[in-house]
């Protein structure tokens, strides 16, 4: 096979790498190979955020800066970009304005999750648009600070960004963005030889040809899932196909009647796209894993991977979505819910790679509610999700939707309570609770260091009466808990008794 | 005293940078000592350093299942494994095979039985860590498995106990609660904790001349490890040292189990001559090491009507894991704030401490007392519902200093004006009374979501309760050029300690900050260090430190008073800066001379704390040197339907007396504000029926996030001066503010309260949405009692 070697810039100066292990990971790169220890290593799960570095990359003709978790990023994944890291933001005695921030608030104490949360303060910085509490807590989703309690973090992060955001990188972005656009070239990457290899190709005509050549390689997109297989699993992945450089599976397409996301979309750029189909949406999405992981992980990965506790299932059944299966060039089309058979069962073939989901919009009288339960609010996997897309007509209930994740091997639609609701008036509380009930009819969850099955079934029934309620007309300030809530909330009464 | 000068300094706080204190360093709102180092990823821990020529790795292996004997051990395929230079078990341990403290129930590697899931049978030495993590999957071990005693009920079952039972307070309880107009009665579950340290466990070894052994630890014990790495391989104490400069946290979690992979590290450092790092990766960190203990309280009270407690028993089943560690202090610890704020005139506090195959359970912030408090505010809770009473005004009657101030082990708290006082600021500034009226007719409105409020005091006792433990030493030299170096027998962690005890030897020896250079702690050094913990380490390090710079002062003071004819009281040291009668001399040249003139320029300081004379066989004495107060009022909001939480705001005010530095305080405040929160809310450990944790990562164990603090925070600073003679007349701030948290615990309570106000709720730790909603089903459940 044919291709380049890996590129990427770092520290001003082109980096090529033209031999490595497929399965390094920058952090395993950054403190074996390049004695570059300011980035730390805490969980290597990509959970704790104490290896945060930047990858700055050209996109759409800007330069955008994206914290990754180093821990569970493959060093291949970095062709392209612009490898940023906490020993480079001073300039000699001069620290960057986000360090001097940190110092002047008192937000270090033991230090050793500070240089992830510079680095992820730095991608803040770089930002467009004010920052304010709730910007900077979600920039920070996947920092874990065990000492400061995050206050001092939080006022340091708003101060820094409320002047001037100028440093020295955007004073050289002209430059750079020349630099990367060039290393945005259209040339496959390989590097290694037919038995040990990390592959980047441009074009899906390549990637068929690559996963036809080689049947046993591993795709991967983000690499969120397969990190962890290297890191917790000592994992040896001797072929690994990234689907990243892949441009056609990275596109998105606003149709008049659907959204088409690319398989390798990430989460975080599909986030505005999907808050304009609902804004229910965007609140499931805002507690997607962590900033850092939502820039890595993407919409193929998570559909494909098929846990059955992924929040992104359950919301596109609701949809209604339809994902689009490549093999040997050959599409297919199948309804997302078909996709999942049983617990790590897929309806995808040997050789089969998903290109992208097809999500219809909602037309008329369609109201979508999607309700994450967990026991932390960011960067936590749910007990359970529940997606509801429920059609009104005159009142009554045409058809509903009701898909759950957490509820069983897999993500899946309670058809009991569906068939229930066909027909039945919206307004009614009764129908609320009737139709709850009926979820003992469509699942029988599991207990587990999550949740209790008692509780996923409480939780399942308690989402969807609210859900139901919020459709009736229930402003959602009153059955919801928000993360940034007011205290001077206003009370809301007319819901269901509990 | 003035109703304005009840608080000293006022509610000050989001702003410490703004404060100015009198004179110095001391009392000055300073940064940390390696704040710029931390933002630059230029401060170097462990794993960070160069790695020594020769350096090998080293990877445990574990037992599969948690309990029975081991009837195959084979590592052949280990030591065949790419890489590996040396496989290690037992039989290599040259000294004794314990690493306790004492009690002798503690295998560096564990031989015939095994105690708990993953306990580490063998090592792997290998020449990279990666290859010694995959060699350590190849064994073969086979074990004869038996059913392992896992919650605290089968312990409890089976009279399983890593140490004798223990109570003090009354004896006979039950005329006194026979005699109370109203009785109550309840029971509790209060989780563990996981540290999670952002640095995970990690200790390299060197082997040096001879038969000599240095350790470099992350550890809040060096001493701890350097006795142990001597006993385990049979060398003389005095040839192990051991080097801290900084710890990526600890809160405990490196007070006795930093100990054991140093000694491995060691162990294997004594094998193959060669430097040996370990650094565990954190699934083995949170399986193999010691959490805080999870209990079971059981209660009874007897109070009148007005909700003031006449009597009470508490019993705590507290699960210690498989060996004794350090649950004889944490659970003794715990006892002695089952009172927390309260005057209890007839009180029985008892413990048992239970044995399970689980790991062993530590030291963790607070050290059992946080759980004590969580259950006597419980108790405060029920009460107020079952009399119908604001929670606060249950709390006040029953408030020490009006009717009594004797607690149930016999030491009389004198500082309670300061807690009162502090509650009634605390009030105020949250606008407790108003909120409580804002929050009653929201949950009047509001079907779903409620709104829930608390107002709980902390009394914290400052002192090891192991009397001989509060000691501490420092060193210091002085160079030429007027430098100074400063070691004392204290560990830096985040909290500070470095920074403090250096701003008090700058100003006791007049020199600005950066002329001080605050060496590693090291052994040889100061030996014979206490662990740094019990929130003493700035009293005892402080000082000890202020001891040796007054000796090295005054020598310098007689020598210049000698030397230029003048009395000692005409010299003064201050700014770089030595005034003699009308001279002024640079301290560099005042060095110099002493130099010259053969005065010794190193002092060692010594501190050990008065007053203290606890016994415990006798269940009397003077355990704490002095106590600290707090409060906290949080509001929350609950959804009754999912039990989905939130805290909306919380309000401060802790004791930190004359705090030597506001700044480094108020981190320590807010800190550990919200790592209670999360003990209290979302941080879950779950074990399974066969012992194996569940909860073994991030992934699965969720500590709190930027998201999950109150966006109204407001902490205040209650800077009254100890009344004891405490290093600058400061106190303590390490563990009290924890259990500020507990606020939030009841307030959550209050919200669930709502839904039937003479009920009881029965709530137990840590409050997850789970929980919560057991709960609100309890309420509304008709005829059953709550609590």
């Not at chain 1, 229910?280 to 846990?307: C, K, P, Y």
């Not at chain 2, 109070?303 to 894991?321: E, H, K, P, T």
């Not at chain 2, 979501?449 to 030299?477: E, M, R």
Request: with cysteine.
């Amino acid at each position: 096979m044919a291709g380049r070697g890996l590129r990427f810039l770092r520290r001003g100066r082109l980096v090529e790498i033209e031999a490595f292990d497929p399965h390094t990971t920058i952090l395993d790169w950054l403190r074996l190979e390049e004695g570059a220890t300011g980035t730390k290593e805490g969980c290597a799960e990509g959970d704790c955020g104490a290896c945060t570095v930047i990858l700055a990359r050209h996109h759409s003709g800007q330069l955008v800066y994206h914290p990754v978790n180093a821990c569970i990023h493959l060093l291949g994944q970095l062709d392209g970009a612009e490898l940023i890291t906490i020993e480079d933001l001073a300039q000699g005695a001069m620290l960057h304005p986000v360090q001097e921030a940190l110092v002047s608030h008192h937000a270090s104490q033991c230090g050793f999750c500070t240089p992830g949360v510079v680095m992820s303060l730095f991608a803040l910085y770089h930002q467009e648009g004010p920052v304010d509490r709730a910007k900077a807590q979600a920039a920070l989703s996947g920092n874990l600070c065990r000492c400061t309690g995050y206050r001092p973090i939080l006022d340091a992060a708003v101060s820094v960004c409320a002047g001037e955001r100028l440093d020295r990188f955007t004073e050289t972005e002209p430059v750079s963005l020349q630099v990367l656009a060039a290393l945005d070239d259209e040339e496959d990457v390989f590097v290694g030889d037919a038995q040990r290899f990390f592959a980047a190709p441009r074009s899906e005509a390549m990637l068929s040809a690559l996963i036809e050549r080689f049947p046993e390689a591993r795709l991967v997109a983000g690499a969120t899932d397969v990190g962890l297989w290297i890191t917790k699993e000592l994992r040896i992945l001797p072929q690994v196909i990234w689907l990243g450089r892949v441009r056609s599976l990275g596109q998105i397409v606003q149709g008049v009647d659907r959204l088409v996301l690319g398989a390798s979309v990430p989460l975080a750029e599909a986030i505005p796209y999907l808050s304009r189909l609902d804004p229910d949406f965007e609140s499931l999405m805002q507690r997607f894993g962590s900033e850092q992981i939502r820039h890595v992980g993407t919409i193929g990965g998570n559909l494909a991977n098929a846990s059955p506790v992924g929040d992104l299932a359950p919301a596109l059944i609701a949809m209604g979505a339809v994902l689009e299966l490549v093999k040997a060039g050959e599409a297919r089309a199948l309804p997302l819910q078909d996709f999942f058979k049983a617990y790590g069962q897929q309806d995808r073939q040997a050789g089969e790679y998903v290109r992208a989901v097809h999500i219809p919009r909602l037309s008329e009288g369609m109201h979508f509610r999607a309700l994450k339960i967990s026991k932390r609010f960011d960067d936590d996997i749910s007990s359970v999700t529940g997606a509801f897309c429920v059609t009104l007509e005159h009142g009554l209930i045409a058809e509903a939707r009701l898909a759950y994740g957490g509820m069983a091997g897999i993500a899946k639609r309670a058809s009991h309570a569906e068939a229930f609701l066909k027909g039945q008036p919206i307004g009614s509380a009764a129908t609320w609770k009737q139709a709850a009930d009926r979820l003992t009819e469509d699942f029988s969850p599991l207990s587990d260091h999550r949740a209790s099955a008692h509780y996923r079934m409480q939780a399942a029934r308690g989402i969807l009466i609210k859900a139901l309620a919020e459709i009736a007309g229930l402003p959602a300030a009153s059955t919801r808990i928000h993360p940034r809530m007011a205290t001077d909330l206003e009370p809301q009464g007319g819901g269901p008794d509990v | 005293m003035s109703e304005t000068s009840q608080s000293p300094d006022g509610p000050v706080t989001r702003s410490p940078l703004q404060e100015v204190g009198p004179k110095g360093h001391v009392h000055q709102p300073l940064p940390h000592d390696s704040a710029a180092s931390h933002v630059r990823g230029a401060a170097p821990y462990l794993d960070d350093l160069r790695a020594p020529s020769g350096l090998l790795h080293l990877a445990v292996g574990g037992s599969p299942v948690a309990c029975g004997r081991i009837t195959r051990l084979d590592l052949v395929k280990v030591e065949q494994a790419e890489g590996v230079v040396a496989v290690l078990t037992s039989n290599d341990i040259p000294g004794r095979n314990d690493i306790s403290l004492g009690h002798g129930d503690e295998p560096l590697l564990g031989s015939q039985t095994v105690m708990f899931f993953g306990q580490p049978l063998f090592v792997v030495v290998a020449k990279t860590r990666d290859l010694a993590r995959r060699a350590a999957r190849l064994a073969v071990i086979e074990i004869d498995a038996e059913t392992p005693l896992v919650t605290i009920e089968q312990a409890e079952q089976q009279g399983s106990k890593v140490l004798p039972d223990y109570h003090f307070g009354v004896e006979d309880n039950a005329p006194p609660l026979a005699l109370a107009d109203l009785r109550l009665s309840g029971q509790q579950r209060i989780g563990g904790q996981e540290h999670f340290y952002l640095e995970g466990q990690i200790a390299m070894a060197v082997p040096g001349e001879g038969r000599e052994m240095q350790l470099i630890s992350s550890t809040q014990h060096p001493a701890e490890v350097q006795h142990c790495v001597a006993r385990v391989l049979d060398l003389p104490e005095a040839l192990v040292s051991c080097e801290v400069r900084r710890l990526g946290g600890g809160f405990g979690g490196k007070e006795t189990q930093a100990t054991q992979w140093a000694a491995l590290a060691a162990l294997a450092a004594h094998h193959t001559g060669r430097p040996c790092k370990i650094r565990l990766d954190r699934d083995e960190d949170f399986v193999l090491t010691g959490k805080r203990h999870d209990a079971r309280v059981d209660w009874e009270v007897g109070y009148s009507a007005n909700g003031q407690i006449s009597a009470i028993d508490l019993n705590f089943w507290v699960r210690c894991g498989c060996s004794a560690d350090l649950s004889q202090g944490a659970v003794d610890r715990m006892m002695f704030h089952a009172d927390n704020a309260y005057f209890l005139p007839s009180a029985r506090i008892g413990s048992q401490r239970l044995r399970t195959h689980t790991v062993s359970n530590t030291a963790f912030r607070g050290f059992g007392a946080p759980k004590a408090v969580l259950a006597i505010e419980t108790v405060m809770q029920a009460v107020a519902a079952k009399t119908g009473q604001d929670p606060l005004d249950v709390r006040k009657v029953n408030f020490y200093g009006h009717n009594g101030t004797l607690t149930p082990y016999g030491m009389q708290v004198e500082s309670s004006v300061t807690g009162r006082r502090i509650i009634e600021q605390l009030e105020k500034t949250s606008d407790y009374r108003a909120k409580r009226q804002e929050i009653a007719r929201f949950n009047a409105q509001s079907t779903i979501l409620k709104k829930g409020l608390a107002l709980t005091p902390v009394k914290f006792g400052v002192s090891f309760t192991q009397t001989h433990l509060n000691q501490a030493g420092a060193l210091i030299h002085l160079y030429p050029d007027g430098s100074v170096h400063l070691a004392h027998g204290g560990t830096e962690m985040g909290q500070g300690l470095f920074q403090k005890v250096a701003q008090i030897v700058a100003d006791e020896l007049g020199v600005p900050l950066a002329a001080i250079h605050h060496a590693a702690t090291r052994t040889d050094k100061v030996p014979n260090a206490s662990p740094t913990a019990a929130s003493a380490s700035s009293d005892l390090n402080g000082m000890a430190a202020r001891n040796a710079a007054l000796t090295i002062r005054s020598r310098l003071a007689t020598f210049l008073s000698e030397k230029f004819s003048c009395s000692t009281v005409e010299i003064q040291f201050a700014h770089g800066q030595v005034r003699v009668g009308e001279e002024t001399l640079s301290f560099a040249d005042v060095v110099r001379m002493a130099y010259q003139a053969r005065i010794q320029l190193s002092a060692t300081g010594f501190y050990k704390t008065p007053k203290l004379d606890w016994d415990r066989t006798r269940k009397s004495g003077r355990p704490f040197y002095y106590f600290v107060w707090g409060a906290a009022c949080s509001e929350v909001v609950v959804d009754t339907m999912t039990g989905e939480n939130k805290v909306l705001r919380t309000d401060i005010v802790q004791d930190v007396g004359h705090s030597l530095n506001p700044a480094l305080d108020l981190g320590q405040i807010e800190g550990g504000f919200v790592q209670g929160l999360g003990w209290l809310t979302t941080e879950e450990l779950v074990y399974d029926q066969h012992g194996r944790l569940r909860t073994h990562a991030p992934s699965t164990y969720k500590i709190p996030l930027a998201s999950d603090v109150p966006d109204q925070f407001n902490v205040a600073l209650w800077k009254e001066p100890n009344d004891e003679a405490t290093i600058y007349r400061s106190k303590g701030v390490g563990e009290p503010p924890l259990m500020l948290a507990v606020s939030v615990f009841c307030a959550l309570m209050d919200a669930i309260g709502s839904l039937a106000p003479s009920k009881p709720v029965h709530l137990d730790a840590p409050a997850t949405p789970e929980a919560i909603l057991r709960a609100v089903d309890a309420m509304t459940r008709p005829n059953e009692e709550g609590s």
